[in-house]
């Protein structure tokens, strides 16, 4: 289904089921902040919450943002399980390049390009003089094999 009618679907759906839920969630916070200090976690936390609530609360409006962030929590979780892994690299370089490496492996799953082709590519075109002003084309969003 394309975008835009997902994005009229939801909306309503969106008003009428979670509106009211915000609604209430907004007066409890309020609520919420005026017994508890601002200086506890507590009240740091909920002064945070009171900070993004208009991006809290875009979802209710616009059909295209998702009501939580599980598929991008899903998406990332092996780049952070992978970071574990540079603890044990031996040395604070060879940390840093684990963990560069991980990073552009990742970043290349994300973006659906095969890490060893990627790389194979990018050092063939670093030896074949591609020019460093021209580094963005290199980058896996953008790399072209």
């Not at 969630?25 to 993004?52: C, E, M, N, Q």
């Amino acid at each position: 289904m394309p975008v835009t009618i997902v994005c009229l679907i939801l909306k309503p759906i969106r008003q009428q089921k979670s509106a009211p839920r915000i609604a209430g969630f907004k007066i409890w916070l309020d609520h919420a902040r005026a017994l508890v200090s601002a200086k506890s976690p507590t009240g740091a936390a909920l002064k945070y919450i009171a900070k993004y609530w208009d991006g809290l609360i875009l979802f209710l409006t616009d059909g295209r943002i998702e009501m939580d962030s599980n598929a991008v929590e899903r998406t990332v979780r092996p780049i952070a399980l992978n970071r574990k892994n540079a603890l044990f690299a031996g040395h604070d370089a060879g940390a840093q390049n684990w963990a560069m490496l991980a990073s552009l492996i990742e970043t290349c799953k994300l973006n659906e390009i095969e890490p060893h082709s990627y790389l194979t590519g990018v050092l063939t075109a670093i030896v074949n003089g591609h020019k460093q002003k021209r580094i963005d084309q290199l980058l896996p969003w953008n790399f072209k094999a």
